[in-house]
Structures are given as C-alpha cells and as structure tokens.
C-alpha cells in the first residue's frame, strides 16, 4: 500500500498557483478505492462523466464538474482511491492529486462502503481529514434498502456526529445528500454577479502528445498527471483557469487509439468521453506532436470536430525535436494531411515551456468570438450571387441546379438556409465551396459553416419549375 504519509511530503513539494479563488465552494469526494466515489459523483451531478469501473486505480486525476442544488453553486471533485496499492500505475501521483483535492476542499465528502464494513484504511483516512481541520461529512453507500442503514452505524466509530446513507446506484439518498451539501457550504457574497459562461477549450489528440502538459501550463499547477505512461488520462477533465479577468475550461481527454487497440471497458469509455468533450466545447484544440507523423487518428479525429462543426485550433507540440523542418514546410504538411479542417488556424507551441501557449489560446478566443458573426441577409446574398456566377451549383441531364435566396439562421457555429430548387443537387462538395467563399468575405474567416439546405418551389410550380430546366 502507498503510504498517506509519503504522498504528503511529495504534496508539500507542489505549489499549486492559483491566481484568483474559485467563484464557487469545492467540495471533494474521498475514500478508499471502490466504495463507489465515481458512481456517488455521476448520480449528484446527474450525468455519467467519471469512468466507472470495479477495478482499483481507474479514477487517476482530479474529475470536477460545478453542481446547483437549492440555489447553491459549487464545484464537486471526483477522486482516485486514497490508500492505492503501489503495484497500481502511478499510484504515488493519484495520491499527491487526492491531498491537493483535500487542500482545496471546503467540504469533504468522506464514504465507505456499507456491504464491507469499517475497514482499518477508512480509520486512517478519517483520521487524515481531522488533521487537515476539513469539515467532514460522513457518506455510507450501497446502502441499497432501508433495512441496510441500521448496519450503518458502526461508522459512527470513525468520529465524525453525522453521517448519510446512499447507494449511488441505485439513485437512493442522493437528493438528501445534495441538499446537505449546499447547506453546509458557506454562503456567497451576494453583490457579485454572476461571471459569464467561460469558454471551454476541449484538448484532444493521440496518446502522449502532451495534452496533460498543455493543460498544466494553462492552469499553472499540477492539476491533471503527467507520465510516459500510455494511457494516463483516462476520464474527459475539467480544469478552470483565469488569465486576467476572463475564466476558461480546459477540458483535458484521454488518447485516442484506433479501434483494434481498445481492448478494455476503460479504453471504450475514455474514446466515449473524448468525443464528448468536443461536443460540448466551444473550440477544440487538435494537439499533434512535430516528430510524429499525422497518420489516420489524427484524420479521424479531424473529421469528427468538422462533423460537429466545432472552431479549430491546431497545435504543433514539440517542434525542437524536429531540426530542419521550417514552420511553413510543416504547416504546408499538416493541410495536405488534414484537408477538412484546412481553415484552421496552426499554432507551434511548446507545453513544456509555454512558449506560445497565450497564443494559443488567444487563438482560440478569436475562433469563439466568431462563431457568434451574423451576417446581414442582403450581404450574404450578394456573396452568394457571386459564388454561385463564379461556379454555378452541380446539374443533371434534367435539371439545372438553383441557389434561389439565403439566409443565416443561426450561430454557434454560423448556420446558413440556402432555398433552391433540387436540395440533391448542393451535393457536400459544393458546399465546401461555398463555405470557402463566406468565410473569404465574412468575419467568420477561420470557423467551420453549416448549411441547411431547403426546397423551395417557385411561383407557378411544376411548370416553372420545368422552364428553369430547360
């Protein structure tokens, strides 16, 4: 078993940098590993975002999403098993993340597990939380009926005056717990407004490519681990930084493999995790290494953010391991690999150093506030008018294919109606084309474009219709 002691003194070691407060309460999820921490976590915030699995060690970095009950905001945190034994990989670092949870807490949700019993590791982490002065409140779950919870009270033993019941799965004593969360945090000032939504920047890539390392930068702590290890991050996490006065969420995802190479339920559930990170990102940042050759993970990849029409930013890590390779030569590289998202904008940074890194996100804020362009409807029909004199849209033997009006519909990202006569015949193609022509005219230079393409008869019908084909 690692010991707690060992990982304090490599914690005390850590200088977390942490420029402004938190704007809501942290409330930590600990306990020794599989009393359900993971399974408690998804059933208070209501989604599946930790990996659950009954296999010590799965849970590795510091998993967090922010929680409303009853008119209270907080960030809850998910964390590894306290007490891992040290043949679990990078069981050490998951128990510097753990005290660094700790530390941060305002509230610390210590549970155990009502079908072992009180376990000695459950005594020593008690004792733990009492010598950091953290208010404790004491979870017993899989307590799955009503006759377990009496079977609960030998938890009293551990010190602490109030305890709940739960089985997370469930879904018993969840909303109880809830409510005595938010009425054991202390209040906000309530003359601050609330901060607008940050933009959440999802870091995605193939394994070791230095997504961890990026994210790090960012935050300015050691706030997700980092190691030569295939395979480290495993859960999509969410990290809030501030740079001035502006919040952001990095949302840092586990490498993805190609699909013969994922041989575990954990494998599955992190690919799951990473693709729905860039769906709920407002720009994803696709992370490659100079050395590495951008091989069909990276075009998969790539072509997932265009399907779900997401900003793009792409970053070349580590280009001082590849001598005699100019910027141009690489960027030239990169589009000719990745075609459809040859928009994006390519940033060369370094993870390790920071060089570049502001940049970097100073980028992707650019792509952000596009996304929110609307183009006047008149202008965007003059553009149209062009695009379609310069290439008229695609035709058959019976019909000539027709763009009659256009309109913006929507942002986020820009979303384009176009009204013609055949939809069939606005094949993807041509819509490449005339995406490339509105963002060479708008404000939306470097973001992906949507188009809705809709039928649309003109006066006298059929017969019209049949005169526009011939």
Do not use: W
Not at 248 to 269: C, E, N, P, S
């Amino acid at each position: 078993m690692v010991a707690l002691g060992a990982a304090a003194e490599r914690h005390a070691t850590v200088t977390a940098r942490r420029d402004m407060p938190m704007a809501v309460p942290s409330v930590a999820i600990v306990g020794r590993p599989n009393v359900g921490k993971s399974s408690l976590f998804n059933a208070i915030y209501g989604s599946r975002v930790s990996i659950v699995e009954p296999t010590p060690g799965v849970t590795r970095d510091r998993v967090s999403r922010v929680v409303e009950r009853n008119g209270v905001a907080f960030e809850l945190v998910d964390t590894g098993g306290m007490g891992l034994h040290d043949s679990v990989e990078l069981a050490e670092d998951i128990q510097v993340q753990i005290l660094i949870a700790i530390e941060q807490a305002d509230l610390v949700l210590l549970v155990v597990d009502a079908k072992e019993g009180l376990q000695p590791l459950d005594g020593e982490i008690a004792a733990r939380l009492r010598e950091a002065g953290k208010q404790v409140l004491l979870v017993v779950n899989k307590c799955d009926r009503a006759r377990d919870d009496a079977a609960a009270a030998e938890f009293y033993a551990l010190g602490f005056p109030e305890m709940v019941t739960t089985s997370a799965a469930h879904h018993r004593g969840i909303r109880e717990l809830a409510e005595k969360v938010a009425a054991a945090l202390p209040p906000h000032a309530p003359e601050q407004e609330p901060s607008a939504e940050p933009m959440k920047l999802a870091i995605v890539g193939r394994r070791n490519v230095g997504k961890s390392t990026l994210v790090n930068c960012l935050a300015r702590e050691p706030r997700v681990l980092v190691s030569e290890v295939p395979g480290t991050t495993r859960d999509a996490v969410d990290v809030r930084f501030r740079i001035g006065d502006l919040e952001f969420v990095a949302i840092d995802t586990a490498g993805l493999q190609r699909r013969k190479q994922v041989r575990t339920a954990i494998d599955f559930y992190s690919g799951v995790h990473a693709r729905k990170a860039v769906r709920r990102a407002d720009v994803v940042v696709l992370m490659t290494e100079a050395p590495m050759e951008i091989g069909r993970l990276e075009k998969q990849l790539a072509g997932y953010i265009a399907s779900e029409h997401k900003p793009c930013v792409l970053a070349v890590n580590k280009m001082d391991l590849a001598p005699g390779v100019s910027h141009e030569e690489f960027r030239a590289y990169i589009r000719d690999r990745l075609p459809g998202v040859a928009f994006a904008p390519i940033v060369f940074i370094s993870a390790v150093t920071g060089q570049n890194v502001m940049r970097l996100v100073e980028t992707a804020q650019a792509l952000h506030e596009q996304s929110f362009v609307r183009v006047p409807t008149s202008d965007l029909n003059r553009v149209m008018e062009e695009a379609t004199a310069r290439r008229p849209p695609p035709s058959t033997s019976s019909r000539l294919g027709r763009i009659y009006y256009a309109t913006q519909v929507a942002v986020r990202p820009p979303t384009i109606a176009l009204f013609t006569n055949e939809p069939g015949l606005i094949t993807e193609n041509y819509q490449r084309y005339l995406a490339k022509r509105l963002r060479a005219a708008f404000a939306y230079s470097a973001i992906p474009i949507r188009f809705l393409v809709r039928a649309r008869k003109r006066a006298g019908g059929k017969e019209a219709e049949k005169r526009d084909a011939d």
